[in-house]
């Protein structure tokens, strides 16, 4: 299997976070995101300003994208703030359970790649539509949880490995 960027993720994410918790952000959106589409032009669906809520959650072109990995992290629909998932990660979502590690990670991966398409748009003036930015989601998320050995072949957990088609050699 080819890697996705999976190895790329801890690393990104570091960068982003850290990016956000400096205050950078609305900073450099605003900076960098002149050009043919107007200052602050959100670059994913090209119809209202970016700021963060926007950009990865109140966007149609994010919420197309949280709504497939809700559906396959067997949540809700919902495409809350930043702050709401990050309470759900760390209070809803504690411990190691395999159910939780892929509900956490597909948050981690869904802002990585909303994040990447984002840049790659405003950077390097290429796109995706988004069912390939989903597949990216995906395979980065199936990279993972194949790694995980020894899951307990609970409902809930075959039905979490078979949402994202993981076919773990050990189950
Ligand atoms: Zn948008």
Known sequence: MTSCGSRMLSQDMHFFFGWLSNGNSQRRINFIGFGIHGPNRCSLCLCNNEDHNHLFFECSFAKALWWNVCDRCDIPRMTKSLDEWIRLATVSWHGKSFVNFSRKLGFAATVYCIWQERNARIFADVSKASNLVFDQIECIIRDKLVLIRNVQQTD??????????????DS
């Open 156 to 169: 809930e957990n075959i039905r979490i490995q078979r949402l994202w088609r993981v076919n773990n050699m």
